[in-house]
C-alpha cells in the first residue's frame, strides 16, 4: 500500500517536471546563472526562511508527540544555523533589501495562514514541499551537472543535495504520512490542495527570482 506522500508525488509530479526545467534551475547547474540573479533570489529566500522557520515552530507546538515537537522546533533553529550562514557567505558583501517580492510576500502568507488557522494535518501538507522540492531538485543538480569543480553556487548545491537534509526531509515526510494514515478523506482532500498549492508557490519563487519580480506600484 502506497503512503499519502507517494500519492501526492504522482499528482504533483508535473510541478516538479516543471521546476527541474526551469531556466533558473538549468542555469544555476550550469553555472551561468547571472550574479544579480542569483542575489536576488538569496535575498528574498532570506526573508521567506525568517517567516519559514516561525512556521516551522508553529506546526512543533501544535503538535502533540515530543519527538514531533523537536523535529520542527530543531528544523526551525537549523534555519538560523545553518541557512543563515549561507546567505552571508553569498550575500555579505551585497546591497540587500528587506522587501518581499509579490511571490514572497503570497508564499510566506499562505504558509503562516495554513499553520495558524488550519488543522495540524492541512499545516504539515502546506510546509513539506519546501522540505521535498529542495532536496529533489539538489539531487536532481547533483546527478545532472558537469561542473562541480567551478560552479559559483556550488556551496548552495551541496547543501541541499546532501546526506543530513536528506534525513530531515524523510522525517517531515514520515511524520506527515503519520497523520495521513488516520486522516478522513476529506482532510485527505485539503492536504492534496495545500500540498499542490505549495508546490506551485515554489515554482513561482524560482520564477519571480529569475526576473527580479518588483511590485508594479
Given at each position: 500500500?502506497?503512503?499519502?506522500?507517494?500519492?501526492?508525488?504522482?499528482?504533483?509530479?508535473?510541478?516538479?517536471?516543471?521546476?527541474?526545467?526551469?531556466?533558473?534551475?538549468k542555469e544555476l547547474m550550469a553555472g551561468t546563472l547571472?550574479?544579480?540573479?542569483?542575489?536576488?533570489?538569496?535575498?528574498?529566500?532570506?526573508?521567506?526562511?525568517?517567516?519559514?522557520?516561525?512556521?516551522?515552530?508553529?506546526?512543533?507546538?501544535?503538535?502533540?508527540?515530543?519527538?514531533?515537537?523537536?523535529?520542527?522546533?530543531?528544523?526551525?533553529?537549523?534555519?538560523?544555523?545553518?541557512?543563515?550562514?549561507?546567505?552571508?557567505?553569498?550575500?555579505?558583501?551585497?546591497?540587500?533589501?528587506?522587501?518581499?517580492?509579490?511571490?514572497?510576500?503570497?508564499?510566506?502568507?499562505?504558509?503562516?495562514?495554513?499553520?495558524?488557522t488550519k488543522p495540524l494535518e492541512e499545516g504539515l501538507?502546506?510546509?513539506?514541499?519546501?522540505?521535498?522540492?529542495?532536496?529533489?531538485?539538489?539531487?536532481?543538480?547533483?546527478?545532472?551537472?558537469?561542473?562541480?569543480?567551478?560552479?559559483?553556487?556550488?556551496?548552495?548545491?551541496?547543501?541541499?543535495?546532501?546526506?543530513?537534509?536528506?534525513?530531515?526531509?524523510?522525517?517531515?515526510?514520515?511524520?506527515?504520512?503519520?497523520?495521513?494514515?488516520?486522516?478522513?478523506?476529506?482532510?485527505?482532500?485539503?492536504?492534496?490542495?495545500?500540498?499542490?498549492?505549495?508546490?506551485?508557490?515554489?515554482?513561482?519563487?524560482?520564477?519571480?527570482?529569475?526576473?527580479?519580480?518588483?511590485?508594479?506600484?
Amino acid at each position: 500500500m502506497s503512503s499519502w506522500y507517494e500519492e501526492v508525488s504522482v499528482k504533483t509530479e508535473p510541478i516538479l517536471k516543471q521546476i527541474k526545467e526551469h531556466v533558473f534551475i538549468k542555469e544555476l547547474m550550469a553555472g551561468t546563472l547571472p550574479k544579480e540573479v542569483f542575489n536576488f533570489y538569496i535575498n528574498q529566500d532570506t526573508i521567506y526562511l525568517a517567516e519559514y522557520k516561525k512556521v516551522l515552530a508553529q506546526i512543533g507546538i501544535k503538535c502533540s508527540d515530543d519527538n514531533d515537537i523537536q523535529f520542527f522546533l530543531d528544523s526551525a533553529t537549523g534555519i538560523i544555523n545553518v541557512e543563515n550562514a549561507l546567505h552571508q557567505h553569498f550575500l555579505k558583501e551585497e546591497i540587500t533589501t528587506d522587501e518581499a517580492s509579490i511571490t514572497c510576500e503570497l508564499y510566506i502568507s499562505y504558509l503562516s495562514r495554513m499553520a495558524h488557522t488550519k488543522p495540524l494535518e492541512e499545516g504539515l501538507a502546506a510546509v513539506l514541499p519546501c522540505f521535498t522540492i529542495y532536496k529533489q531538485v539538489g539531487d536532481y543538480i547533483l546527478e545532472n551537472q558537469s561542473n562541480k569543480e567551478n560552479n559559483p553556487y556550488q556551496d548552495w548545491i551541496d547543501t541541499y543535495g546532501g546526506e543530513e537534509f536528506a534525513n530531515s526531509v524523510q522525517s517531515a515526510i514520515d511524520i506527515t504520512n503519520k497523520f495521513a494514515a488516520s486522516a478522513s478523506p476529506e482532510t485527505i482532500d485539503k492536504m492534496n490542495e495545500a500540498f499542490e498549492k505549495a508546490s506551485k508557490l515554489e515554482w513561482m519563487f524560482w520564477d519571480s527570482a529569475y526576473i527580479k519580480e518588483a511590485w508594479k506600484i
